[in-house]
């Protein structure tokens, strides 16, 4: 089990990245049920955490584990579980509560093969389940897709911190590809301020009446304000948090539209594409809520055709196709679940179109 | 020289508007919880974790900070805010159908774990806030509206007898039923909520509190007539004692 790194360069697992980034991001308590294919993280976090005399919870559940998150960022302080697909969808309902609290609740979503048990192949078929949530109500979710075992270090810092800043859920969406690779990772600092919790975080009510942190509201018409605010956040957050990658767009008749681990054989596909002198381009949603709808929308402008590249049966795609708007055609490359395809197969098929 | 014999608890909301049935007990139980609060002087170093059903309007009476958990999860939910605040005073109140049914997982691991918690669980046979439907200590042939002849073996299985069971685990400190059925039985029931706190803040283990509770509007009962079924129906079975507590055996 490797040790707790920072500013050192070492080949390490993706979820072992992760793990060791939500203990430097300074994550106080983390709660978790094992699953494959994340249970590293549980594994390092039972150790490092008892080591550093922060809190560790083997859960009874993945119920549970969600609801203890829920408590721990109640008082303010940074918490953190993981999952996988079958399991995160136990979490849905805690999800919609946090929502509803206004929690900074950071969930490590590795995702596996579904529907059901599945199988422990990586999938991206948990799009649907992170960016348009399994629970009850009106709520988003903010998603990070890391595409490499370093941006599992850089996103899992941005989810703590953008979970507090917005007292938003935050998702680290992750795959089984990323969760068992290991590549070279540089660690280091946690890079945001810290966010003043001091205003609502539960302390005891010292000096002071008890607040309550509740989502119980039984008039309709503050339900109804409370949504309004709700969703001037998330517009708010879109404006301010929409991220993504793209390369050789400027010109390109057919933008490659992928995320998550599939996005490099896709970025490979296109350079070969471009090699052999068609204007291909790439484009990468990193946060998948916010999603980069405006950009999208921008370059279906000069684009003749997008192209989603997806390890699920056509997920993101719709996102697209919205973005879109029926300015061009949206393609999809897909295969319902395991390694994505192979550059040279993404290659054959862009030409096949 | 005037003595004063009865004020409001420090601890309870000044101009709440009162949210039980005529009759209910969750008024006494809750206040009796809010006397222990001021008598152990924690307010301002508690947190509440209320519950969902009848029990969810609590935070609206305590003056302490609190978090509502979904249905079934506050034990989990406190066990997160005890985790991450270890000297703060954290408890739930819940009903027997989100403490024993729907929780049990987390109310049983909780106690397992022996997280320093104080749990308290109003136990009125019924779903009281849907509208009185069989739940997990629903007593055999007892009529409600989803055990329309009566809780019988075929259908339905046993009721759960709730502080016996938290009491065989290990983790847990104290484990008693009582109640409020009369004036002794309140007086009794005090004491056994101070004792769940007081396992809590000395570090000892899981604290908790099984309350026998009547439900006169599901019950179809005049109040008076509510706590003779306390007495001749729930009692028998649900028999009021201190089942664990260790410390004094």
Known sequence: MPECLTNKKVLTKGNYAIANAAVLAGCQCYFGYPITPQSEIGEFMSGKMQELKRAYVSAESELAAINMVIGATSTGV???????SCAVALMQEGLSYATADELPVVLVSVMRGGPGLGNIYPSQGDYFQATKGGGNGDYKLIVLAPSTVQECVDLTYKAFY?????????????????GQMMEPVEFYDYPYPEIDNSKWALTGAKGRDGRIIRSY????????????????????????????????TEDADIVLV???????NVKTAMKLLREKGL????????????????????????????????????????????????????ELINKGVGAPPSAQEIVSRIEAL | MATQVFKIPESLRDNVKYSFCPGCDHGVAVRLVAEVIDELGIRENSILVASIGCSVTTYDFLNVDSLEAPHGRALAEATGVKRAQPDKVVFTYQGDGDFASIGLAESMHSALRGEKLTAICINNTTYGMTGGQLGPTTLLGQVTTTSPTGRNLEYYGYPIKIAEHIALCDGTAFSARVSLDSVANIRKAKQAIKKAFEVQIHGLGFGFVEILSTCPTNWKMTPDKAHTRVREEMMPIFKPGIYKDITIN
């Open chain 1, 217 to 248: 509201a039984p008039l309709a018409d503050n339900q109804c304000v409370f949504l309004e605010k709700l969703f001037q956040k998330y517009k708010t957050i879109e404006e301010n948090e929409t991220e993504w990658e793209e390369i050789n």
């Open chain 1, 162 to 178: 953008l979970a507090h800043k917005y007292k938003n859920p935050t998702v680290l969406l992750a795959d089984g590809l990323l």
């Open chain 1, 258 to 264: 992928s995320f998550g681990s599939t996005s490099r």
């Open chain 1, 279 to 330: 204007k291909v381009g790439f484009f990468r949603p990193i946060t998948l809520f916010p999603f980069p709808t405006k950009r999208l929308a921008e370059l279906s402008k000069t684009a003749k055709k997008f192209v989603t590249v997806e390890v699920n049966m056509g997920q993101m795609v719709n996102d697209v196709r919205l973005a879109v708007n029926g300015a061009c055609p949206v």
């Open chain 1, 78 to 84: 940074k918490a953190m579980t993981s999952s996988s």
